[in-house]
């Protein structure tokens, strides 16, 4: 309410949120975060390689070098981009969810920039001065050396997103407590940490396999021992990373179940829960098949089919941020902020007083036969476009249609009574937030935009009034 509220009224804001933030996980967890040990371990293994064997140590090194340039090409490029447009997005989409984050994680986020400045100055180095680093066996060490350094500061940067994922879906303690501390260490903290690590290094495993098999001539005759090797990294995580996933997955629920307040929600749950674990079971049996057929038989690998466990490993950690996405509802914040931006604890205010008279960017406060629709524009801006548009994906003028029908008009008096149970039916959509003549605006503009449709056109777009607001 505090803010505009930016809005695109064909893709939504959630799907750009969502489109920006899964790139920039996937490239994340993959290929920096999995990358960076893995290349590290790859060049080190080189190096006592050529102690005995130069040119095997060679061929080694030189593998993880280019396995490092392409990490180093996507990573500062597509990876950067997207980590920084997540939160240019997430603040467009939802101000005050990111307003509030930032009271709790001020420290937090300090510390994210600057590890995060650090990474980047890591990969710099780690990859420019690699070919430098062949000259003598002490430039070597040392590079080695700044590859730990990029593995752990790669690592400290997601440990520190995580705390932040993992408070915005459960808050824990913090709720009474109030402190960073007791925000950050939330009960899905560890568990989702545990998870994401031994993932993270999979997913690089998986990628990097393919990487290999491609890239490495087939006459190479150290090509098998490569292939073997990360055959061996991938199937030494996998049960680290089905446990992880199984801990977090079990956290879940026993935290969220009290939200869930009706039978719905829970059979929702069950839907997923039948998806999830069939994604599960056929990524640790994919996984499980390349890592062994690697292992032992590296020159049976069907080149051509290793975007399989590429592609599984990504759906595999695809579906639980999907899960985790879905699950929050209807917090942006677990049990302190609704996914509208608004705080619970307002509701009672809004409820008797009305959102309008307390937000300075909707032109009018008192409603009228006269500024009705304008009202309800507002009215929907502010309790339905962070997750619906008017015609667009997650259309809210469709969904209507599809619960009443299209051979009449959409029914005002209707709408109306499942506005106010909503919460009820669907425990992913926060209550109605107003009062009841908003209420009656917003369902006489859902009727217009059936009849006539007429694009949402967000601040972006139309510019802002800002009205003075009396206490
Ligand atoms: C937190 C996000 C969120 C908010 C805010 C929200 N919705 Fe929804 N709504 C959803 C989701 C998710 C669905 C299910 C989408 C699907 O069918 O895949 C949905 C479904 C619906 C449906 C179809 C329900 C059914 O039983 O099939 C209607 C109608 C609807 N929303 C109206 C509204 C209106 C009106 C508002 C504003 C007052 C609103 N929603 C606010 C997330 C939200």
């Known amino acids: ?46 190096y006592l390689k050529s102690k005995t064997k130069p040119e095997e140590g060679k061929v080694w090194d030189e593998t993880a070098r280019k396995l490092m340039f392409f990490a180093f090409v996507i990573t500062t490029t597509v990876g950067a981009l997207t980590g920084v447009g997540i939160w240019f997005a997430a603040s467009l989409a939802n101000p005050a969810s990111l307003g509030s984050l930032i009271r709790v994680f001020y420290f937090a986020w300090f510390t994210e920039w600057i590890v995060f400045v650090l990474e980047v100055i890591f990969i710099m180095v780690y990859f420019l001065t690699w070919k430098k680093s062949n000259e003598s066996p002490k430039n070597k060490r040392r590079h080695i050396l700044f590859g730990v350094w990029l593995s752990i500061f790669s690592w400290l940067t997601m440990a520190i997103i995580v705390g932040i994922l993992g408070f915005m879906m459960d808050p824990g303690s913090w709720v009474e407590k109030n402190s960073l501390v007791t925000g950050f260490l939330n009960p899905l903290y560890l568990p989702q940490l545990v998870f994401r690590t031994p993932v993270a290094m999979m997913m690089a495993g998986t990628v990097a396999l393919m990487f290999v098999a491609y890239v490495m001539k087939k006459q190479n005759q150290w090509k098998t021992g490569i292939l073997k090797y990360i055959s061996f990294w991938i199937l030494l995580w996998m049960p680290v990373a089905a446990s992880g996933a199984f801990l977090y997955y079990w956290h879940i629920p026993r935290a969220m179940i009290g939200n869930l307040p009706v039978a719905l929600g829970t059979q929702q749950f069950q839907d997923w829960y039948g998806s999830l674990i069939t994604v599960m079971i056929v990524v640790i049996a994919i996984g499980f098949t390349v890592g062994i057929l690697g292992t032992f038989s590296p020159r049976r690998l069907p080149k051509h089919l290793l975007i399989i466990p590429v592609i599984a ?159």
């Open 1 to 46: 309410m505090d803010f505009p509220l930016f809005h695109l009224d064909f893709m939504g804001n959630r799907m750009l949120v969502a489109v920006i933030a899964i790139l920039h996980v996937l490239i994340n967890h993959a290929l920096a975060v999995g990358f960076a040990p893995l290349v590290t371990l790859l060049e080190f293994r080189g």
């Open 313 to 471: 490993s990504f759906l595999f950690l695809g579906t639980f941020e999907r899960i985790r996405e879905f699950i929050r509802k209807p917090y942006v914040i677990g049990n302190y902020m609704y996914a509208n931006g608004i705080l619970v604890e307002e509701y009672p205010l809004y409820k008797e007083t009305g959102l309008l008279p307390h937000t300075p960017y909707a032109s009018m406060s008192t409603i009228t036969e006269s500024n009705k629709l304008a009202a309800g524009e507002a009215v929907f801006t502010l309790a339905c476009t962070r997750c619906h548009t008017t015609h667009g994906i997650s259309s809210v003028v469709r969904k209507f249609e599809r619960m009443y029908g299209t051979e009449n008009p959409l029914n005002e008096e209707a709408m109306k009574v499942y506005m106010q149970n909503m919460h009820n039916v669907r425990h992913y959509m926060p209550p109605f937030p107003g009062n009841d003549t908003e209420l009656n605006a917003l369902a006489a503009y859902l009727a217009e935009q059936q009849k006539r449709p007429k694009t949402l056109e967000g601040p972006q777009i139309k510019g802002v009034d800002v009205k003075e607001i009396k206490y």
